[in-house]
């Protein structure tokens, strides 16, 4: 008997991807196990008419699957790091990132190829507040409209004329092969990237080594170090739900560099931090920069944040 494996996730068509991706994975490195996707809905992807950050945010997607590794119905669970809370339920780990894919924010339009081309007053989509303070805070003059749903859903109303632009993660268009879609690529210097996008972890039980031993092979130790500093920042500033801020770490050699960023969700206030350290503290990092950002202001614009929702 051939070893099974099977993948909890999300129905929708990036989680798909990602989850057939792990699974491919596997199955290249372990050419002798049998791998199975385990579809299933989750509480994020059943209300669609209410703004996320209302709802709870990020774990309304995740809840479901991590049930489904307790129970027994699935033995990993395939997640968008963007999506996953900073902490993790007793029982399951997370301890597998793979290589991250293009971590920037794209500005998807059928009729403008930048952001500076936008005339003033243009309706801009999304639902991110992270994306929504920076795009404030460069264009004031800018309509931002909430924009929710997957992928495709999102492009859909972009091409019914709801949006003259809309910013999507480039990550999810890239995946799905909506590459050509993407008019224009934001730096982190104009949209500074949440905390993991372009991430995908694997999640699974804390006491299933054969489990942990299959997913080794999948890890990439220079995106785990990366998101490792992002996800401390945002722990430390307990930005667990939908929160404006952004958390990008790069590596030069073995130097991280975290820039991290916290607005208020009219974009009239960002602050700023940013701090280098050798990859083996990454941890430490993200805390340092959380600091620098508290020390700035960071948790009034958070509190505030959180009452205006
Ligand atoms: N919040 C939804 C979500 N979760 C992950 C991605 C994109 C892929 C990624 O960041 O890995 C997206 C879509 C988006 O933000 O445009």
Redesign the pocket.
Known sequence: MSQMVRIATRKSA?ALW?AEYVKAELEKHHPEIMVQLVPMSTQGDKILDTP?AKIGG?GL?VKELEMALLDGRADIAVH????VPVAFPEGLVLQTICPR?D?R??FVSNHYASLAELPAGAVVGT??LRRQCQLKARRPDLVIKDLRG??NT?LAKLDQGDFDAI???A???I?LGFQPRIAGWLAPEQSL??N?????GIECRADDPRIQQLLAALHDADTADRVLAERAMNRRLQGGCQVPIGAYAELDGDTLWLRGLVGSLDGGQILQAEAKAPRQQAEALGVQVAEALLAEGAAALLAAAYQER
Do not use: T, Y
């Open positions: 990036l990602q996320l990020k997607f968008s790091m963007k999506d894919e971590p924010d794209a639902s991110s997957n992928v999102r910013i999507l993660a990550a999810g268009l995946r990237p949440a993991g996008q372009g991430a995908v």
